[in-house]
């Protein structure tokens, strides 16, 4: 299995259901920020709506450090809306929803279940420039933290702009990093 870290996002079109419309959705939407796109099994479900909820607890934050947040699923932006409209978690979510009912989003990240037509839980943090620098996939039993995912994004913006450093475990803004060196070899 090759890695997608470093790869450029692929191109797709998909319409999302955002803020009460349905707006199209391309890889261009996401290139010139950082994004995080999150990918879930199913609308409906059990798990999908505990991360999505987090996520739009934390969306605020995300948008404070110039980050963008899609959800996609195989479902439609139909059956997102109806989601929405159902569900009391899932109307606090103002970030956009891509339905990729062809699934063709879900493969470009390698994260499609094919037998079922449902993706992994899987998360990935892009760059502005459209670099996957983040990859994370979950087993659809394991839900996922944005307190978590906050940390990781903040570790990359600041490894993408502090050339010649690296974010130890557990960084977070505000504490040392390293500067990766033939002195530091077997000291930590």
């Known amino acids: 299995m090759s890695s997608i870290i470093n790869t450029k996002i692929k191109p797709f079109k998909a319409t999302a259901f955002h803020q009460g419309k349905f707006v199209p959705v391309t890889e261009q939407d996401i290139l010139g920020k950082w994004a995080v796109v999150c990918f879930y099994p199913a609308d409906f479900t059990f798990v999908?709506?505990?991360?999505?909820?987090d996520l739009a607890d934390f969306y605020a934050k995300f948008q404070e450090i110039g980050v963008e947040v899609y959800s996609v699923s195989t479902d439609t932006h139909f059956t997102h809306k109806a989601w929405h409209d159902a569900s009391e978690t899932i109307k606090k979510i103002n970030y956009p929803m891509i339905g990729d009912p062809t699934g063709t989003i879900t493969r470009n990240f390698g994260v499609m279940i094919e037998e079922d037509g449902l993706a992994l839980r899987g998360t990935f943090v892009i760059n502005p420039e459209g670099e996957i620098k983040?990859?994370?996939?979950?087993?659809?039993?394991?839900?996922?933290?944005?307190?978590?995912?906050?940390r990781k994004v903040q570790a990359a913006q600041y490894v993408a702009n502090h050339d010649g450093e690296v974010c130890p475990a557990k960084w977070t803004p505000g504490e040392a990093t390293l500067a990766p060196s033939l002195d530091l070899v077997g000291k930590i």
């Open 48 to 53: 999908c709506p505990t991360e999505l909820g």
């Open 134 to 150: 983040v990859a994370e996939i979950h087993d659809l039993g394991i839900g996922r933290s944005a307190a978590e995912l906050f």
